[in-house]
């Protein structure tokens, strides 16, 4: 399997109705929202759908797992790295970085720091006081694939709405009393459309082994990006990719700047307070040499 060959460059516009596409847990979980009232979807967030996806192709890709998707024994990124890759020397950077990449799509693709501290003896023994101690070990992976925060074409500040919810039960006492924790809130965006933006750097997936048919595995998951990823925030249907741009030069430095590529795609709003998809106008502009496919979202 070859590494990338050539830089690709993407856009992803995302649409979101009477949905909390990404709470802040500091804020009381509303959504998050920047200074300027503009929504905002963290990058974090966007990798952590993009790995839940790839999870579905194939179990075994994935290293950084969440606990509620998690589909083997390994409780923490350290023991999965411990028992996964038990038979490979840590102190060979070199060897564990090919093995971490070869194992796990998304190291191969994001990136990852594998740290562990070290040790310290006891008096009279190896890594003790004049023996020296055991020093850690920090491997660090640079992916290849870059990907932007998403954000909102309008504002969504005025457009949040904000529900008080109870408890049906009670933990205290005999059940008959409500306790302090059975209030709560749940917010939503009512309306709003985002934006985010990526890359793929073929002289780091050189480091990797990030090869095309990780990119294809990828481009597949950003268009699918919301498939089973319902929640109480999330209804199913309330997110969805609207439309995936994918720009493949024809080098691996690439023929035109990522900045100048992402903004050949400019989304602004036809109505003062859009409510639907259609209330917005896309428009996409040209490179020369320059081939754009147009992906509409499942």
């Given at each position: 399997m070859t590494?990338?060959?050539?830089?690709?460059?993407?856009?992803?516009?995302?649409?979101?109705?009477?949905?909390?596409?990404?709470?802040?847990?500091?804020?009381?979980?509303?959504?998050?929202v920047n200074y300027e009232g503009f929504g905002e979807l963290s990058d974090v967030s966007i990798k952590r759908k993009i790995r839940n996806r790839l999870m579905?192709?194939?179990?075994?890709?994935?290293f950084v797992q969440s606990d509620d998707s998690r589909n083997d024994e390994y409780r923490s990124l350290k023991s999965r790295a411990e028992g996964v890759l038990k038979g490979v020397d840590m102190k060979n950077d070199k060897k564990y970085r090919e093995a971490a990449c070869k194992q796990w799509i998304d190291v191969r693709a994001f990136?990852?720091?594998?740290?562990?501290?070290?040790?310290?003896?006891?008096?009279?023994?190896k890594g003790s006081e004049g023996g020296g101690d055991e020093a850690g070990v920090s491997i660090?992976?640079?992916?290849?694939?870059?990907?932007?925060p998403a954000f909102s074409v309008a504002t969504v500040q005025d457009r949040i709405s904000s529900t008080q919810i109870t408890k049906s039960v009670s933990g205290e006492g005999d059940g008959s009393k409500r306790g302090s924790d059975t209030m709560g809130m749940k917010h939503r965006v009512d309306h709003g459309v985002y934006v985010f933006y990526g890359s793929m750097n073929p002289q780091l997936a050189t480091k990797t082994g990030f090869s095309d048919e990780d990119a294809e595995?990828?481009?597949?998951?950003?268009?699918?990006l919301f498939r089973?990823?319902?929640?109480?925030?999330?209804?199913?249907?309330?997110?969805?990719?609207?439309k995936?741009?994918?720009?493949?030069?024809?080098?691996?430095n690439g023929q035109y700047s990522s900045a100048k590529v992402h903004r050949l795609l400019k989304v602004d709003t036809k109505a003062e307070e859009p409510k639907s998809i259609e209330d917005y106008e896309i428009a996409l502009g040209q490179l020369d040499g320059l081939k754009c496919e147009t992906i509409d979202g499942e």
């Open positions: 590494t990338l060959k050539n830089k690709i460059d993407f856009a992803v516009i995302v649409s979101v109705n009477n949905a909390n596409p990404n709470g802040d847990p500091l804020n009381g979980n509303r959504p998050r579905e192709v194939n179990k075994d890709w994935i990136g990852q720091v594998f740290a562990y501290s070290g040790k310290k003896g006891k008096a009279g023994e660090g992976i640079r992916g290849p694939v870059s990907i932007h595995a990828m481009k597949e998951a950003i268009k699918t089973n990823d319902a929640s109480s925030a999330r209804p199913e249907g309330s997110m969805e990719v609207y995936v741009y994918w720009w493949e030069h024809n080098s691996p």
